[in-house]
């Protein structure tokens, strides 16, 4: 496997994301650009649809996987989250390639939850208190934050809360998220963003109808 370059690597470690540029900005160069980080940082694996290769564009409530954000929260603002927290481990690494900007503009917010300043009282709380974790059939109980803490575990179209402490847990993290300090990335054509999902959580500005706003999304195991 090829070494990440330092110029993703370094950032990457410090801050829990990197941006990076296609060499060219036409769809296959970013793809393939894409394609060529995922393959050293890891596994490519499928997402909620079952495919390897996504594009995501933003989706009006009626239109979108009943149990997604974007029906929750349609074309409003989406909550941050971890990608693939309805997952009994969410994906390590999230790419995105920005295919089309759209004209909304529409930009990602990315927050690091190690910044959040959690007590220890409140730590012991995000990794002990049980919620319900919503994906059909296959739901499952666990915690927002692993055992190791090596992952948050943070969703609010798939976690709900089964008694006061999973409430208090869930409650903490929203407000906690909506008081931090958050970086806005505004996409140009050809850009990618990194994002080490197990620590940097994403969130989207809100957005217009048809917009045109495409991103290729790809998710990684490693
Ligand atoms: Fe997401």
């Given at each position: 496997m090829t070494a990440l370059p330092q110029m993703i690597l370094t950032p990457l470690a410090r801050y829990g994301w990197a941006t990076h540029d296609a060499v060219d900005r036409d769809e296959g160069a970013v793809l393939r650009e894409l394609g060529r980080i995922g393959e050293m940082l890891g596994a490519r694996i499928a997402g909620r649809a079952g495919a390897i290769e996504e594009t995501i564009r933003p989706q009006a409530s009626d239109d979108a996987?009943?149990?997604?954000l974007s029906a929750q929260f349609g074309l409003n603002a989406l909550p941050f989250h971890a990608e693939l927290?309805?997952?009994p481990r969410p994906c390590r690494y999230l790419l995105l390639g920005c295919l089309n900007p759209g004209s909304s503009g529409a930009a990602t917010m990315l927050l690091d939850w190690?910044?959040?300043?959690?007590t220890a009282d409140e730590l012991r709380l995000l990794e002990s208190a049980p919620v319900l974790v919503r994906t059909g059939r296959r739901s499952f109980y666990s915690t927002l934050l692993s055992p190791d803490h090596a992952f948050l575990r943070y969703d609010p179209g798939c976690l709900e809360a089964v008694d006061a402490r999973g409430r208090c847990a869930l409650d903490l993290v929203r407000r906690r998220l909506g008081s931090g300090l958050s970086e806005v990335h505004h996409w140009r054509r050809g850009d990618i963003l990194v994002i080490d999902n197990w620590r940097t959580l994403h969130g989207r500005a809100p957005s217009r109808p048809s917009s045109g706003r495409r991103l290729a999304r790809m998710l990684i195991d490693a």
């Open positions: 996987h009943p149990r997604s927290s309805h997952r190690r910044t959040l300043d959690f």
